[in-house]
T-cell receptor, first 111, second 118 residues
Framework: DAKTTQPNSMESNEEEPVHLPCNHS???????IHWYRQLPSQGPEYVIH???SNVNNRMASLAIAEDRKSSTLILHRATLRDAAVYYCIPYEGTSYGKLTFGQGTILTVHP | GAVVSQHPSWVICKSGTSVKIECRSL??????MFWYRQFPKQSLMLMATSNEGSKATYEQGVEKDKFLINHASLTLSTLTVTSAHPEDSSFYIC??????????????FGEGSWLTVV
C-alpha cells in the first residue's frame, strides 16, 4: 500500500477556503486518490476521488499534482459541519473496497 | 440516507460474554464487506475482510476465534466479539463497496458501533 503524509491538524475560519494537502509519493500508476472524512463518533464519509485530472463535486474539489505524488482537497467555504478528520487514501480499484487509513488531518473550523 | 447500516449503535456488555454487531447494505448487494476497529484518537485499523459464502480473511494480529465473522447473505455481515474483555472496548465500523450500481462504486461505511466491556 502506498504511504501517505498529511498534516496532523489544520485550522480554518468559517466561510473561508481550506486546502488540505496530502503527499503520496509512492502511489502506483493505477491507484485512485480517495478522500474520506470522519465526523466525531461516526463512520467515515466519502468526499471525492480522482486519478489524474482535477475533480469537482458538491462537497469539494480535488487538485492532483501532475506527477501524482501529491494532491490537495479543497473545501471552498468551510462550515462548522466540515470539522472532521480528513483521510487521503490511495486506492487500487480492484481491492473491492479495502481501504488502508493513515492518521489523517484534524480540521478545526472556527466560527 | 445511509446505504450501510450497523446495529447496535452502542452496546455495553459484561466481561466474558459475547456480543454481535450487524452490518447491512441497504441499497446494494455486497459480496465483500470489511470490518475496522478504531480506538480513541486513533485511526481506523482493518480487522478483517468478510466474504459472502466463505471464510473471512483476517489481518495479521487479529484473532479469528475471538472475532467471528459471518457473511451469510449478500446484504448482511455480522461480527461477534466472543469472550469480550475491557481491552476489546472500541468503535467498530463496517464498510462495503457498491459495485455495478448507480451508486458509482463508492465505498460506504456504517455509522459505527461503540462497544464497552465492563
Amino acid at each position: 500500500d502506498a504511504k501517505t503524509t498529511q498534516p496532523n491538524s489544520m485550522e480554518s475560519n468559517e466561510e473561508e477556503p481550506v486546502h488540505l494537502p496530502c503527499n503520496h509519493s509512492t502511489i502506483s500508476g493505477t491507484d485512485y486518490i480517495h478522500w474520506y472524512r470522519q465526523l466525531p463518533s461516526q463512520g467515515p464519509e466519502y468526499v471525492i476521488h480522482g486519478l489524474t485530472s482535477n475533480v469537482n463535486n458538491r462537497m469539494a474539489s480535488l487538485a492532483i499534482a501532475e506527477d501524482r505524488k501529491s494532491s490537495t482537497l479543497i473545501l471552498h467555504r468551510a462550515t462548522l459541519r466540515d470539522a472532521a478528520v480528513y483521510y487521503c487514501i490511495p486506492y487500487e480499484g480492484t481491492s473491492y473496497g479495502k481501504l488502508t487509513f493513515g492518521q489523517g488531518t484534524i480540521l478545526t473550523v472556527h466560527p | 440516507g445511509a446505504v450501510v447500516s450497523q446495529h447496535p449503535s452502542w452496546v455495553i456488555c459484561k466481561s466474558g460474554t459475547s456480543v454481535k454487531i450487524e452490518c447491512r447494505s441497504l441499497d446494494f448487494q455486497a459480496t465483500t464487506m470489511f470490518w475496522y476497529r478504531q480506538f480513541p484518537k486513533q485511526s481506523l485499523m482493518l480487522m478483517a475482510t468478510s466474504n459472502e459464502g466463505s471464510k473471512a480473511t483476517y489481518e495479521q494480529g487479529v484473532e479469528k476465534d475471538k472475532f467471528l465473522i459471518n457473511h451469510a447473505s449478500l446484504t448482511l455481515s455480522t461480527l461477534t466479539v466472543t469472550s469480550a474483555h475491557p481491552e476489546d472496548s472500541s468503535f467498530y465500523i463496517c464498510s462495503a463497496q457498491a459495485m455495478g450500481t448507480g451508486l458509482g462504486n463508492t465505498i460506504y461505511f456504517g455509522e459505527g458501533s461503540w462497544l464497552t466491556v465492563v
